[in-house]
């Protein structure tokens, strides 16, 4: 019983995330014409898993008390790259695949060590490096184009047995392959420690530039996941600025909402992965209830307003007014 | 490592005081300047030149302005993402204010309008205590938002009034163009603001330990929440500034103004953890911004390299003066 | 797994010659040490004698620029504390090393958790951490709850039993009990005996001179980096102790109270203050010229009552009045404001009371920028007057007004906390536990200026973790349990006998009350 208590408490910001994207999730199929169709789940996990990637790797750099603002960049650059190398005979297609998962690991080891051996803060860091890996996708893809294995693309972004989505599945294999044992071995939890208290992780001797490292290098892995998916749903690559750092504007947005604090220690990734559903739920909400495409960013612009401020009311409940500055 | 901080700390001590105060980021980032444009005369004599050079600061103007507002707020320890639409919005609320008729109330109606989105990103902050990031990433969307629906989402069609040109382009001091006076004062009210009242005080103060500075009686929350405000105005007044110059306002004018402006204030010493900097420092850093996206576009790289150039110039200079002292 | 070698004689750790300097500052010179199996060992001495460096080489914390360090005869030297604690030496630090957002289980084991298939293994994590909390006497504390949702006395007892989950022979203890509640200090000292009895050697740090007297077998003294003296525990008196400590007499520590009790009308009063159930009715008065104490075991709501009357906490029930008027303070800047003239001294330096990187000058007119300016603009000219006359009425040392703060020394940094607050010139002074931490020299200093400070009018209500303090400084204490006030002491009334039986709030008859 009381095991229980501590289990929740723990999971605390992750169950919050569930929490949004279900209600979200519930009125969008209320009031979708067609209501809960395998189409509409297949739609809508291909949209939100590509924002998931994303979300899952800023979420790794953002339990470290840290930022990755060229999470985006890195989707980008491995899109275009993607659109160069994942094409051919099943053999030339799987290095394809290894090579962008290399490559996004490589961006990620990057910002890791700029972040940690040449001691610069990671906003400024991953800013920088966010323009040198969009210059290089621009040199990849000047003008959009390329193509993809489009037999490997339909077969990760359709469906398995008719109705379980398949981008789905591989979302949770990645979750398990590479969530899991991060979380479940000492250098996961050394990367907690490194978010929740710097020093009191140094004094107990806790591995916490390794694990910085490590968390870094795993954002530019996943980040190059979604790169790979984005290939994966438009068959081609495209160099857009804006489309990059908007996947970095709402990956942050994402991870707050899945529960996971800014500044550091406690969430997880897999609330980074409610809160990026609940955060695509919301685009797709203003089509079910039939929006002029023209109200779309005001609208969705407020609700992000309105879900960050829901946090606020703990406030009311703060009676020591010391504890507003931590 | 104590040591060395401790003889450095007695050697400044007997250096002559102004050159004692001096930041040293700061005088590496004129140094920079200066080797840049030494690297820009080799390439063409005309870097050297006074037009030239009065056309790069008139340029960089309108960065600076902007920078003077991300500066303020970064100094308190926040950042503030919402510059690129809250900029658009300034300039297309100007030329549309214009458009109805009343050019007077153009310019100071564009900035109220970035005024009153600083003063919601400062109230999220100051008194919902949400994190900065969040709150003016949410408040870029909603001005982005507005602005879709405000334009259609195609380009507006008022183009900025004379008064607006003039401001940005025409001269007062012949030679002299206007934006240069305009960042100028801006610059001076910057510096006084900052050196000489008991606002830059607390907004220092607030940027060290915003728990102790409560705890000295000070109103934190003010504070936060009219620099905010203070620096949506400057980014509107800057879009205002930006829109005389291209005599119109565009969709996405700002995309291009946020990280050079949070780059010119990081490069220029200030610290993005807040309390530490000096604004002579945020000159210096647009300075060099704005000569190296010169220097880049004169050479006629491609807009690739031109990105891989900049990023990797910008880690260069982090590299050499903006890091973090050695934990232990 | 305690290897009691009892066939060796040699001693467990012998520390011979050891120097250590930070730059010019020499803070160790030929410093010996002899720690001995299956004792408590004190070790006493003013703020900077060395004994912070002293155990820090002996954590592997930091490294020895001379000397040697004998573990069973065997020369050792740690690179890292994990080396260290490997060797048998394990530390208790007086800062906090525990992980908020981790569980009690997952900071036990932080630095050497039990592993499976190169993962954590919960299970066995789980059973070792509820093994170490049982030796540390915490039982009761549940491995999975988070460390931050635990109080700072329980946090306390968590980081004992993360020292012994390293089977350790030697356990250092620095200022170890400085956070806890009376009750959880009895039970440590249960469980330091019971180590003991086990074989284990314990180093212990503290300023509680009764603490020690309690509990050590064994003293030393430290001084300017050397030991200065070693005796059996209980063979020397405090005044001799506090002698060896500070290297001359102390003739007067405390400055003497004025004989004739003041009957001007109160200026700080509250009647039934409450807040949540941490202040119950709470209800006193402060007269100009007085020095009020809070007493009481820690944690009984005195911090939260200077809190309260200082305008930061909400939902305060009751009625604070100042100079007999009710009045409504909602904030410190209300506080601070000219009709009120409260100052508020607060707990921790550091975070709530110096902008560290700032200078000496900007810290010390941070509190009254009103003042020194004028329509927001600060006027130099009365900044600097007022910077030097706070600078010569505290003594305070600094290489000059452009020092950032965070490069004096302790004691002068509380100096300068002080001294930020007397710019305004206050009417009312609180004070929350101001000479935590400081050393002998300054702590005088201190007590000295707040008596000048009563002496010309100002009402201070003040509260320490020191009997002798209270005992020492205060014209009458005021000693709080759970929330509520359940004693008031007047002048031959405050004895220590008196402030300990009411701080237990148990009724024993006082032998010099009428």
Not at chain 2, 88 to 105: D, L
Request: net charge positive; glycine share 10%.
């Amino acid at each position: 019983m009381s095991e229980w208590r501590y289990w929740l408490n723990e999971q605390r910001g992750t169950l919050i995330g569930l929490a949004i994207f279900v209600l979200m999730f519930a009125v969008y199929i209320a009031n979708h014409p067609a209501g809960l169709t395998a189409n509409v789940a297949q739609t809508a996990a291909n949209k939100g898993v590509l924002l998931a990637f994303v979300a899952m790797a800023q979420a790794m750099v953002v339990i470290t008390a840290g930022i990755d603002l060229s999470v985006g960049m890195i989707l980008v650059l491995t899109n275009c790259l993607a659109s160069w190398i994942v094409v051919g005979t099943p053999m030339q297609t799987t290095a394809g695949v290894l090579g962008v998962l290399l490559a996004g690991t490589i961006c990620g080891a990057i910002n890791g060590l700029l972040v940690i051996k040449g001691r610069l803060q990671p906003i400024v860091a991953t800013i920088a490096t966010g323009a040198v890996y969009f210059g290089l996708a621009l040199l990849l893809r000047p003008f959009p184009g390329g193509a993809v294995n489009e037999d490997l693309a339909d077969a990760v972004t359709g469906r398995i047995f008719g109705i379980i989505p398949s981008s789905l599945v591989v979302m949770l294999v990645v979750v398990l392959l590479v969530w899991l044992p991060f979380r479940r071995s000492e250098i996961g939890r050394a990367a907690y420690a490194a978010g929740s208290a710097e020093a009191a992780a140094f004094m107990s001797g806790v591995p916490i530039r390794r694990a910085k490292l490590v968390a870094y290098t795993l954002a530019g892995l996943l980040a190059g996941v979604g790169g790979l998916f984005l290939t994966f749903f438009t068959y081609t690559g495209e160099a857009a600025y804006a489309s990059g750092s908007g996947y970095t504007l709402w990956s942050i947005a994402a991870v707050v909402l899945g529960g996971v604090s800014l500044y550091g220690g406690r969430g997880s990734a897999v609330g980074a992965i409610f809160g990026a559903f609940a955060a695509r739920t919301t685009g797709d909400m203003l089509f079910v209830f039939d929006v002029d495409p023209l109200w779309q960013p005001l609208l969705q612009g407020i609700v992000l307003l309105i879900a960050i401020s829901i946090g606020a009311i703990g406030l009311l409940r703060v009676r020591n007014r010391l504890e507003w500055f931590r | 490592m104590t040591e060395a901080t401790e003889n450095r700390l007695s050697l400044r001590a007997r250096l002559p005081g102004p050159i004692r105060r001096a930041d040293p980021a700061v005088l590496t980032s004129f140094g920079c300047i200066l080797l840049l444009l030494f690297l820009g005369s080799l390439y063409s004599s005309n870097f050297l030149s006074p037009e030239y050079l009065l056309q790069q600061l008139k340029v960089a103007s309108f960065l600076g302005v902007i920078a003077a507002g991300m500066m303020l707020v970064i100094l308190l320890g926040h950042i503030d993402l919402s510059v690129p639409w809250v900029m658009t919005m300034g300039a297309m609320m100007a030329c549309a204010a214009a458009g109805f008729g009343s050019t007077v109330i153009a310019i100071p109606f564009g900035i109220l309008c970035g005024m009153l989105f600083g003063l919601l990103n400062g109230f999220g902050v100051a008194y919902l205590r949400i994190p900065s990031m969040i709150v003016t990433l949410a408040t870029n969307v909603v001005a982005q938002g507005l602005m879709v629906l405000y334009t259609g989402g195609f380009s507006p069609q008022d183009s900025a009034p004379q008064a607006m040109r003039w401001l940005a382009t025409g001269y007062i001091i012949p030679g002299v163009p206007n934006a240069i006076l305009v960042w100028a004062s801006v610059s001076v009210a910057m510096v006084f603001l900052l050196t000489r009242t008991t606002f830059g005080r607390s907004v220092y103060g607030i940027g060290n330990s915003e728990r102790a500075a409560y705890l000295s009686g000070i109103n934190t929350r003010r504070i936060v929440m009219v620099a905010f405000a203070v620096s949506g105005a400057l980014s509107a007044f800057g879009g205002v500034l930006l829109a005389g110059y291209a005599s119109k306002a565009a969709q996405a004018m700002g995309d291009a103004y946020l990280l050079p402006s949070i780059a010119a204030v990081v490069l220029g010493g200030t610290s993005i953890l807040g309390g530490r900097g000096s604004y002579l420092g945020t000159v210096a850093g647009v300075i060099l911004i704005t000569l190296l996206q010169s220097i880049l576009s004169v050479m006629q790289m491609p807009e690739a390299g031109r990105q891989i150039v900049y990023g990797i110039v910008i880690i260069a200079m982090l590299l050499l003066y903006g890091r973090n002292p050695a934990s232990r | 797994m305690t290897s009691t070698q009892s066939q060796s004689n040699a001693p467990l750790l012998r520390m011979e010659g050891i120097g250590k300097r930070y730059g010019g500052v020499r803070a160790l010179d030929s410093a010996s040490l002899v720690v001995e199996s299956g004792r408590i060992h004190a070790i006493l001495g003013e703020n900077g004698a060395g004994k912070s460096t002293l155990i820090k080489i002996m954590a592997g914390v930091v490294a020895p620029d001379e000397g040697q360090m004998l573990l069973k005869d065997q020369a050792v030297s740690f690179r890292s504390p994990a080396e260290a604690a490997a060797a048998g030496i394990a530390c208790v630090f007086q800062e906090l090393s525990l992980i908020p957002d981790l569980s009690v289980a997952d900071n036990i084991s932080i630095s050497n958790p039990p592993r499976r298939l190169g993962l954590i293994d919960r299970k066995a994590q789980r059973r070792l951490s509820e093994e170490a909390l049982a030796r540390a006497g915490a039982g009761d504390i549940h491995p999975r709850a988070l460390v931050r949702d635990l109080p700072l006395s329980r946090r306390q007892l968590v980081e004992i039993a993360k020292a012994l989950a390293w089977m350790p022979r030697i356990l250092i203890l620095d200022e170890a009990t400085s956070a806890l509640t009376a009750s959880d200090v009895t039970k440590v000292f249960a469980v330091l005996k019971r180590l003991r009895a086990e074989g284990l050697a314990i180093l212990y740090i503290s300023h509680r001179m009764h603490e020690i007297a309690e509990l050590a077998d064994e003293c030393t003294v430290f001084r300017n980096g050397r030991n200065v003296a070693s005796y059996a525990a209980g063979t020397r008196s405090n005044s001799e102790v506090v002698e060896m400590m500070i290297g001359r007499e102390v003739s007067s520590a405390f400055p003497p109270k004025p004989a004739a009790r003041i009957h001007a009308a109160p200026v700080l009063s509250c009647k039934n203050l409450g807040w949540s159930d941490r202040l119950r009715d709470i209800s006193l008065e402060v007269r100009p010229g007085e020095v009020v104490g809070l007493g009481g075991l820690d944690g009984q709501g005195q911090r939260e009552l200077l809190l309260g009357l200082f305008g930061v906490l909400r939902g305060t029930s009751g009625t604070i009045s100042i100079d007999g008027a009710a009045r409504s303070i909602t904030s410190p800047g209300a506080a601070r404001a000219g009709t009120i003239g409260m100052a508020l001294i607060p707990e921790d330096r550091k975070t709530e009371g110096l902008l560290l990187p700032m200078t000496v000058r900007e810290n010390l007119s941070f509190a009254a920028l009103d003042r020194l300016s004028r329509h927001g603009v600060i006027d130099r000219d009365r900044e600097n007057a007022s910077i030097e006359e706070m600078v010569r009425l505290l003594a305070i040392k600094t290489a000059g007004a452009d020092t950032p703060v965070g490069a004096l020394s302790g004691g002068n940094q509380q100096k300068v906390v002080i001294a930020k607050w007397l710019t305004r010139r206050p009417r009312i002074l609180l004070l929350n536990d101001p000479t935590r931490g400081i050393d002998v020299g300054t702590k005088q200093e201190i007590y000295q200026l707040l008596r000048r400070l009563a002496e010309e009018g100002s009402a201070i209500l003040f509260y320490s973790t020191d009997y002798d303090e209270l005992i020492g400084c205060c014209d009458r204490v005021l000693v709080l349990y759970d929330g509520k006030i359940v004693k008031e002491l007047a002048g031959g009334e405050i004895t220590e006998r008196a402030l300990i039986s009411s701080a237990l709030n148990v009724q024993t008859e006082p032998e010099a009350a009428a």
